[in-house]
């Protein structure tokens, strides 16, 4: 298989590291806003696979995320 770089990839996305996770670990999940998507992935693989959700969906998953 042939991964081809996607129109996210590259210097312009800037990736938000979760606050759960700090300098001596444990490694988290990062974000980056991206034209319209969020794209999340795993800080331990940045180069692993994307999760990658409509604004609508990254919104109403916030609430739950942030009340834990």
């Given amino acids: 298989m042939i991964r081809k770089p996607a129109r996210e990839d590259g ?10 996770s700090t300098p ?3 490694d988290c999940v990062e974000v980056a806003p991206a034209p319209a998507r969020i794209l999340v992935r795993d800080s331990k693989h ?23």
């Avoid at 692993?48 to 834990?68: D, E």
């Fill in 11 to 20: 210097p312009a996305l800037e990736w938000i590291k979760s606050s759960y």
């Fill in 46 to 68: 940045p180069q692993g696979p994307r999760l990658a959700l409509a604004p609508t969906a990254w919104a109403a998953f916030l609430p739950y995320a942030s009340s834990r």
């Fill in 24 to 26: 001596d670990g444990p």
